[in-house]
Nanobody
Framework: QVHLEESGGGSVQAGGSLRLSCKAS???????????AGWIRQAPGKEREGVAS??????FYADSVAGRFTISRDNAKNMLYLVMNTLKPEDTAMYYC???????????????WGQGTQVTVSS
């Protein structure tokens, strides 16, 4: 019912910035503003980590990214964004966007996931 597609990943040096985008396509009768949205990441050999999530305007961040990452959404365009500043090598992971209904805080259990976009931060 909700198809998600990420873009914007890439390779950057430590201290650099990236902006991830996620386009949501919804079945007829569904509206993006009715969904919580968020980003989760997974590095090789590590568990998935909820990075950030957003309700209408309320945002939630993992301690590991608070103050460096900013999540936002544009419901008119069915878009979700993650601006990542002051990137660290430990931020290297596959990043996935997600959508779900219910509680929007972290941690979250999503109903829909994208295919992911790779972020690599070199030291």
């Amino acid at each position: 019912q909700v198809h998600l597609e990420e873009s914007g990943g890439g390779s950057v040096q430590a201290g650099g910035s990236l902006r991830l985008s996620c386009k949501a396509s919804l079945a007829s009768g569904l509206y993006y503003y009715n969904y919580c949205a968020g980003w989760i990441r997974q590095a090789p050999g590590k568990e998935r980590e909820g990075v950030a999530s957003i309700a209408a305007t309320t945002t939630f961040y993992a301690d590991s990214v608070a103050g460096r990452f900013t999540i936002s959404r544009d419901n008119a365009k069915n878009m979700l964004y993650l601006v990542m500043n002051t990137l660290k090598p430990e931020d290297t992971a596959m990043y996935y966007c997600a959508a779900w209904k219910g509680s929007c805080g972290l941690p979250f259990r999503a109903d829909s996931w994208g295919q992911g976009t790779q972020v690599t931060v070199s030291s």
